[in-house]
């Protein structure tokens, strides 16, 4: 017998592709702030993301309207018709992100927009607005997602530990600051700063992450072909390794996973390291 599951249940369910994890809240926020317009963005986590992540951004903020519809699956204000996916310049656009994520946490918003004198905080759990008020607070948005999956006990239990949650929000982290080395990015631990990273070009950005030593030998490549234009940076033999975990490779902005692309290195360095 076929039945209709409830509102609650395929939320849950849909949430479950978008958030998998703290790492991809960050992810989420990050991607939206940067859609937003921000010049400096700071994430703040606290026990790996599972009591807390706070994403802030000086971006266009939002009306009072728009903070509240933001969470309603599906809402975008990236695209209109299906062509404009064929010109997308943003992260996001499915409008997917904030209604799964407040599907499984407790978030609460606040945001003004520059032309507003007061701003707007909006308190919602388990996608369902509990309190929306007036407030001063400075342009942009604040994001602030506290215990995570907290209404799934099974799905919270199958979290990683600290430490393996964290490496991958410090993946997601450092992925979107290298890829947008003009704006300012802060990331904090548990109260304690691991990241301030102020606008700079991309090989100073790369130093900042992965070291200083190591930025200092990258060697620059660019290359344009009818079809595609490669630009970036690689590492002199000597400092090669047979495993990928410094490779970062994007594509319009966007990073991406990529077996051929790291084969094609290796086999490259191969005779060298």
Do not use: W
Request: charged fraction near 25%.
């Amino acid at each position: 017998m076929l039945k209709i599951l409830p509102g609650h249940v395929s939320n849950l369910i849909a949430a479950g592709e978008v958030v998998q994890r703290p790492a991809s809240v960050v992810k989420e926020l990050m991607e939206n702030a940067v859609d937003a317009g921000a010049a400096e963005i700071s994430v703040s986590i606290k026990d790996s993301g599972r009591t807390l992540i706070q994403v802030s951004d000086n971006g266009c903020g939002m009306s009072r309207e728009d903070a509240v519809l933001a969470f309603e699956r599906h809402a975008t204000s990236k695209i209109n018709e299906i062509e404009d996916l064929e010109q997308l310049g943003t992260f996001g656009f499915r409008g997917e992100a904030l209604a799964s994520i407040a599907s499984v946490s407790e978030v609460t918003l606040r945001t003004r927009r520059a032309e507003d004198e007061t701003g707007t905080e909006v308190k919602i759990s388990e996608s369902k607005v509990n309190s929306v008020n007036q407030i001063a607070t400075p342009q942009g948005s604040i994001f602030s997602v506290r215990n995570i999956f907290y209404n799934i006990p099974a799905r919270r239990k199958f979290l990683k530990s600290d430490a393996a949650e964290y490496r991958q929000i410090l993946a997601e982290f450092t992925r979107i600051a290298i890829t947008r080395p003009d704006l300012h990015f802060h990331f904090t631990n548990n109260g304690v700063e691991v990241y301030n990273l102020p606008p700079a070009n991309l090989r100073l950005r790369i130093q900042s992450i992965l070291g200083r030593e190591l930025g200092k030998e990258l060697v620059e490549i660019s290359v344009d072909t009818t079809i595609v234009k490669i630009k970036g940076y690689i590492g002199k033999p000597e400092d090669a390794r047979k495993t990928p975990g410094n490779q970062y490779f994007f594509a319009n902005g966007r990073f991406f996973r990529s077996p051929y692309f790291q084969k094609a290195l290796l086999k490259a360095y191969d005779n060298l390291i």
